[in-house]
């Protein structure tokens, strides 16, 4: 059974930086392709950046060029670096495990303001 578990979250200024972690617990977390959504009350949750087994990465439009997906398999670890934050990316962001079957955490949240 998997379990993720989310930290790094708080309150930040626009224009700074945070980086999220994310937990694996479980067997074998080199196998599973990681990502990262973010959520906002009555949206849908939105796709930020997933980071492959293969070390593959790709961005949702909102995370292109300020965001990093990167992972740890010696951990059992995953991140997110944002920086140049917006208010817009205030959110509950949310860790995802998929390797046949997806895994979520229970979210960290994420405010931006001044």
């Known amino acids: 059974q998997v379990q993720l578990v989310e930290s790094g979250g708080g309150l930040v200024q626009p224009g700074g930086s945070l980086r999220l972690s994310c937990a694996f617990s479980g067997s074998f977390f080199s196998l599973y392709d990681m990502g990262w959504y973010r959520q906002t009350p009555g949206k849908q949750r939105e796709f930020v950046a997933r980071i492959t087994s293969s070390d593959g990465t790709m961005y949702g439009d909102p995370a292109k060029g300020r965001f990093t997906v990167a992972r740890d398999n010696a951990r059992n670890m995953a991140y997110l670096q944002m920086n140049a934050l917006k208010s817009e990316d205030t959110a509950v962001y949310y860790c995802?495990?998929?390797?046949?079957?997806?895994?979520w955490g229970q979210g960290t949240q994420v405010i931006v303001s001044s």
């Open positions: 995802n495990a998929d390797r046949e079957r997806e895994y």
